[in-house]
């Protein structure tokens, strides 16, 4: 089974709000998928439904070739899925919450001992365990609805904003955990996320869902090669005074244009700060580079940029 | 069709212990019953041996404390935002729902059971009709169970706690009193007379009082098994519907 | 929507058989219970069978109720009830009475002159 999950024409209504608008989605085996997209697009709504939490409206969602709405038992065995806001029963303790969810999922015994102690492990809980949840950090408690997910090894992940209020060395942890599920294999994750980032650092495929439907998808680096600094050239020059830098530049084969980004004075030469944009997002670099050679102009950096993903976020959900 | 029945059951029965709540219910209503026995039933100038004061303070006693019990059954789940954790684990709709009423009901009986001094005082100071008092006890965890369906409906049905309260307060002061004048006032005027006496017979102070004279009839215990049934059975398609929102 | 329609289908169909239920309940499991009492209150002992088979003659009981009066106590309509199930011979007497040939009258005579209503 490499269709993991497929859904064909998933609708959800709220009266007269289209939430979700006929969305075909399918991944596949061994993808780590970007869910993107401005709030209220859809991204929690659409994985309530493969979840099985809300009924959609029309359309179906199938999860290791079992349809939600027919077969939910099903479905829930093989999901493995972190809530908005990872709600939990707060006045439990993680312990003992892990051993309900273990429970539920069919572990006992020792096969249960093994898969809470290993959840543990990977969501580092162990300085916490035996305090209530309530007590807990915002950071501690998505990790514990992190290991609630990942307690059964289960074929699909689902993830709704899974580094959420964490700080920049828990949104690491959280990052590499993912990526080591991804690679033991077999396994299809979904996880949605404003951070663009996150996209880059650990999905293999982006989509960008605006207003219910799919606008965009892709790989995050064909993602990224849309934005229009995809390949462009960041420079800081000191050229003789006088010299026209922008014109000569916007000059060159495959120069779109030049971007001021402000002169400072001072000293012998100003510094000229500007970005040379590409057309198509084709290199330009050698080009750029050869031309500030020939004609001697003083280099503070040159830098190529891939692109910026809130760039193309923006360009393609029209914000 | 239960998958799961055994985890929530003893997730939410080892609930009730973790929070002061259910010790602070507990001490209220052994208090309560024994305030109704001993001063407002005045059972030591009665001089009789019998349990009749301590059981007719039960229904009232239930009245108030069991929408107490039964109004975080799933009014919680859904303000906390659990139910989307609860919803999306395999556990059958049925094993959750049947779960946390058993659960409930576990806890009441408990609380039931610890009145058992009263029963030890009554022996050593009469001789009392055991059968009588334990047809008693059995009437009074039957009719629990149906005032805990009730305010599982009433708790699945709204996001508030203090809703829940009050409609199961309502429903179950109802259903009480289903017998009697203010209730039956209220549908003499239009209902037919046929219909009328029929919801008499849905009370559940009749009920548990027949119960409690030391018989136990089929049919009281197929009253109260319904009202369990379809209360349970209410609240299961309640939960469903409201997974459209 | 359909799926509200099918909520409140079900929702109904459950009020109908709880009201089935018990009415059903009621006439058909008239006679089943046990009695519990320690003294066997609700069954006939074998001193009164025996006393009851030594009379020859048939005995007949009349049972008068008025259910106008008793309009607020439901308790004692039940109590009733239970008295004309025991005529009857669906109790813990069996059918022990009915061979006494009991007649019974549930409804108040017409020469009582009680206020009606």
């Given at each position: 089974m490499s269709e993991m999950i497929v859904t064909a024409g998933l609708t959800k209504r709220f009266g007269s709000i289209t939430a979700v608008d006929r969305l075909d989605l399918t991944v596949q085996t061994g993808e780590v998928l970007g869910f993107l997209g401005p709030n209220g697009a859809g991204k929690s709504t659409t994985m309530k439904m493969v979840t099985g939490f809300l009924s959609p409206t029309s359309g179906t969602a199938r999860v290791c070739g079992h349809e939600v709405v027919a077969e939910p038992l099903k479905v829930k065995e093989r999901i493995g899925y972190l809530p908005e806001g990872a709600p939990l029963y707060s006045d439990m303790t993680p312990r003992a919450f892990l051993g309900f969810i273990a429970e539920v999922r069919?572990?006992?015994?020792?096969?249960?001992?093994?898969?809470?102690?290993?959840?543990i492990e990977q969501?580092?809980?162990?300085?916490?365990?035996?305090?209530?949840?309530?007590?807990?950090?915002?950071?501690?408690?998505?990790?514990?609805?992190?290991?609630?997910?990942?307690?059964?090894?289960?074929?699909?992940?689902?993830?709704?904003?899974?580094?959420?209020?964490?700080?920049?060395?828990?949104?690491?942890?959280v990052r590499r955990l993912i990526r080591e599920m991804a690679a033991a294999g077999g396994k299809s994750i979904v996880l949605s996320t404003h951070i663009l980032e996150e996209v880059d650092a650990v999905c293999t495929r982006a989509v960008i869902i605006a207003?219910?439907?799919?606008?965009?998808?892709?790989?995050?680096?064909?993602?990224?090669?849309?934005?229009?600094y995809h390949n462009s050239v960041s420079l800081g020059l000191r050229p003789p005074a006088g010299t026209m830098v922008f014109d000569e530049l916007a000059r060159l084969a495959g120069v779109a244009a030049v971007e001021d980004n402000g002169t400072i004075e001072g000293g012998e030469r100003p510094l000229v700060r500007c970005t040379?944009?590409?057309?198509?997002?084709?290199?330009?670099?050698?080009?750029?580079?050869?031309?500030?050679?020939?004609?001697?102009?003083?280099?503070?950096?040159?830098?190529?940029?891939?692109?910026?993903l809130d760039d193309v976020f923006r360009q393609i959900t029209g914000g | 069709m239960l998958r799961g029945l055994r985890a929530v059951f003893l997730r939410e029965l080892t609930g009730y212990f973790i929070t002061p709540v259910a010790y602070v219910f507990i001490v209220i209503f052994l208090v309560m019953a024994g305030v109704f026995t001993f001063q407002l039933g005045r059972w030591f100038q009665a001089e009789q041996a019998d349990l009749r004061a301590f059981f007719d303070a039960h229904p009232w006693l239930y009245l108030f404390l069991i929408p107490a019990l039964s109004m975080r059954l799933w009014a919680e789940e859904r303000k906390s935002g659990t139910i989307e954790l609860l919803l999306t684990l395999p556990v059958s709709r049925s094993a959750a729902v049947i779960g946390k009423f058993l659960a409930a009901w576990a806890f009441a009986v408990l609380a039931l059971t610890l009145t058992f001094p009263v029963w030890i005082t009554v022996n050593y100071l009469g001789n009392p009709d055991n059968g009588v008092i334990l047809a008693s006890y059995l009437g009074s965890a039957l009719m629990a169970g149906g005032f805990l369906a009730v305010g599982s409906l009433m708790s699945a049905i709204t996001n508030s706690q203090v809703i829940a309260f009050i409609l199961s307060l309502v429903a179950c002061f109802a259903f009480l009193l289903a017998g009697y004048s203010p209730v039956l006032e209220f549908f003499q005027g239009w209902a037919p007379q046929g219909i009328v006496d029929a919801i008499a017979g849905f009370s559940f102070l009749t009920h548990f009082q027949t119960i409690s004279r030391g018989e136990l009839a089929a049919r009281d215990l197929v009253f109260f098994g319904s009202v369990i049934g379809v209360f349970l059975g209410a609240t299961g398609v309640v939960i469903e519907m409201k997974k459209g929102q | 929507?359909?799926?509200?329609?099918?909520?409140?289908?079900?929702?109904?169909?459950?009020?109908?058989?709880?009201?089935?239920?018990?009415?059903?309940?009621?006439?058909?499991?008239?006679?089943?219970?046990?009695?519990?009492?320690?003294?066997?209150?609700?069954?006939?002992?074998?001193?009164?069978?025996?006393?009851?088979?030594g009379i020859?003659?048939?005995?007949?009981?009349?049972?008068?109720?008025?259910?106008?009066?008793?309009?607020d106590r439901p308790d004692l309509r039940g109590r009733a009830a239970r008295v004309q199930e025991a005529l009857e011979g669906r109790s813990g007497f069996g059918s022990f009475i009915p061979s006494l040939s009991a007649r019974r009258r549930s409804r108040p005579p017409r020469r009582a002159s009680r206020a009606s209503p």
């Open positions: 069919g572990l006992s015994g020792t096969a249960k001992r093994k898969a809470v102690d290993r959840a969501t580092q809980l162990e300085g916490v365990l035996h305090q209530p949840i309530e007590t807990l950090s915002k950071g501690f408690k998505r990790r514990v609805g992190l290991a609630q997910a990942i307690l059964h090894d289960p074929s699909v992940l689902i993830l709704d904003e899974p580094t959420d209020g964490l700080d920049p060395n828990q949104k690491h942890q207003k219910g439907r799919v606008v965009s998808d892709g790989t995050p680096a064909s993602l990224v090669a849309k934005s229009k040379v944009m590409a057309v198509g997002g084709r290199p330009i670099q050698e080009a750029v580079a050869k031309h500030i050679g020939q004609r001697g102009w003083g280099v503070e950096w040159m830098h190529t940029q891939a692109g910026r | - | 929507m359909s799926k509200r329609l099918l909520g409140a289908g079900t929702l109904a169909a459950l009020l109908v058989l709880f009201f089935a239920i018990n009415i059903l309940s009621n006439t058909a499991l008239r006679g089943a219970r046990i009695d519990l009492t320690q003294d066997k209150l609700y069954t006939l002992s074998e001193g009164a069978r025996a006393i009851a088979r020859d003659e048939p005995i007949s009981l009349t049972f008068y109720f008025s259910r106008s009066l008793a309009v």
